[in-house]
């Protein structure tokens, strides 16, 4: 009889290096923030009531899951020793800080001035807390997209700081960060400019499908399509609006939303466009750049400028299906792992060496090497 | 049947799992509910997660239910009864296996 380690501590996951690319800094508690909020409005209230109330949709997940569970399922890290702990608990080489606690429900917040504020005062925080390359930590700041001027000059000032590498913004029928056309323009071109990835997450989860079915009562419906939704109405209306024409250098990052909805989207909007693309010159953004016509088929954009985190992965149970649907998604070049960390949601490393569509190559590119590549990290 | 020594009893603590590994390749999780032992394939059948660290609570997911006899997957919360293996959700059984107590001995029945 032999004991055996737990299974994120297997020899071979710790044999490979492993960049987790959505590890979630949990921020629930004001008193974190406040040395950095500049807002003497918003630090009143911080300091009277807390962090603010964000707008939620009538799931409970202790419901669905009969435990108590949720955002700290498996740990928490807000400073860059506790990011270490879980680094050394997980086998990861290098993680990707991702907002996480307030920091993820900021387009659910009422006003612009306080989710402005609390944007760059976590952001600061992120700089001066959590962020130490050193030690294979890297960060995305929160764009502070409720107003571009805003977002402009904090785009300005943080692609300057070590260990920042991409802005975060989110997939979230409230808060969809392309869909105001041109408007937004300046701070697409700021991180084109600035080779700096746009990394969206999902925030809110439902309200795309509580419209479409006032009887949905599951909480499985929500979680499996919302998240893949808003992705691809996100992804599919940057690439119709001809976002990609006008900033060629722009990389995006879609965070939690899966991946094998990629090929459909894909392969449709090829279908689609060369039966009705006579439109796209209306649109506000080609017809501002005297274009009548995309210039790539749309599955082009997506191979070219999008990149999707594993998790959560869900596979089909199926090798030869499982191996398929890694092609189909341009695993090799666009896949790229994560954790979740440390929410309830959590995907481990270990489906990399149990899946048998998976080999040498794709594996080492799906653990680090893409996410290397796309956000310059130097493990 | 085989039998394997895998302990003493003041290894297996309450409420809590402990992966054993039989014949170098079968992993398999112990646990101690209410002084009994069960042991189960230690892995969960939604991701192929290990079931052990059930009773950690590191893991707010995970759980061991005595009134049920069951537990609660650490990693996202499939349930598993530890005197069957049985899982309501996907009505299929985990390999669940013996466990004897030879004074403070512990053997897993295979």
């Known amino acids: 009889m032999a004991r055996a380690q737990p299974r994120q501590q297997d020899e071979r996951v710790e044999d490979l290096t492993i960049v987790d690319t959505d590890f979630h800094i949990g921020i629930h508690d004001a008193e974190l923030l406040m040395p950095y909020v500049d807002s003497d409005v918003l630090a009143d209230k911080l300091d009277r009531w807390g962090l603010p109330q964000y707008a939620k949709t009538g799931w409970t997940l202790s419901y669905a899951q009969d435990i108590e569970s949720g955002t700290t399922a498996h740990g928490h890290a807000s400073t860059t020793g506790e990011v270490v702990d879980a680094m050394a608990e997980f086998s990861f080489d290098g993680v990707l800080a991702t907002p996480g606690g307030v920091g993820l429900f900021l387009p659910r917040i009422r006003w612009s001035l306080v989710k402005i504020e609390l944007a760059k005062a976590y952001n600061r925080y992120l700089i001066e807390n959590v962020v130490d390359p050193d030690q294979g930590i890297y960060g995305v700041f929160i764009l502070p997209e409720w107003n571009v001027d805003d977002a402009v000059e904090e785009i300005q000032t943080m692609s300057s700081k070590r260990g920042i590498v991409g802005a975060a913004s989110f997939v979230d029928p409230w808060n969809h960060t392309a869909g105001t056309g041109v408007a937004r323009d300046p701070i697409f071109r700021e991180l084109a400019d600035r080779d700096l990835p746009l990394v969206l997450h999902q925030s809110g989860k439902e309200d795309a499908l509580m419209s479409r079915n006032v009887s949905r009562e599951s909480r499985v419906e929500s979680t499996s399509l919302a998240f893949p939704f808003n992705a691809m109405s996100d992804m599919t209306n940057m690439i119709m609006t001809g976002l990609f024409d006008k900033f060629p250098d722009l990389e995006v990052l879609i965070q939690e939303c899966g991946m094998n909805w990629v090929p459909f989207v894909a392969n449709r909007l090829d279908d689609q466009l060369q039966r009705y693309s006579y439109d796209v010159m209306l649109g506000d953004r080609k017809h501002r750049m005297g274009e009548k016509h995309l210039r790539n088929l749309p599955s082009e954009y997506v191979r070219d400028h999008f990149y999707f985190s594993t998790q959560p992965v869900a596979l089909p149970k199926s090798p030869k299906h499982s191996e398929s649907m890694l092609e189909m998604c341009n695993a090799n070049e666009s896949v790229i792992f994560s954790s979740d960390f440390p929410h309830g949601t959590i995907d481990v490393a270990d489906w990399l060496f149990d899946n048998p569509g998976v080999n040498d190559d794709l594996r080492r590119n799906i653990a680090a090497d893409t996410a290397i590549e796309l956000f310059d990290i130097d493990l | ?110």
Not at chain 2, 74 to 85: A, F, I, R, T, V
């Open chain 2, 1 to 110: 049947m085989p039998e394997h020594h895998i302990g003493t009893i003041d290894e297996f603590t309450e409420g809590e799992g402990v992966r054993v590994t039989l014949d170098s390749n079968l992993d398999v999780a112990v646990f101690n509910v209410d002084g009994e032992l069960y042991a189960i394939l230690d892995n969960c059948l939604h991701m192929n997660y290990p079931l052990h660290e059930a009773g950690s609570t590191s893991r707010q997911p995970g759980g061991v239910n005595e009134k049920t006899c069951s537990i609660k997957c650490p990693w996202h919360g499939l349930e598993w009864s530890l005197e069957d293996g049985y899982n309501a959700t996907l009505n299929k059984n985990l390999p669940t296996f013996d466990v004897e107590t030879r004074g403070t001995e512990v053997y897993l029945i295979r």
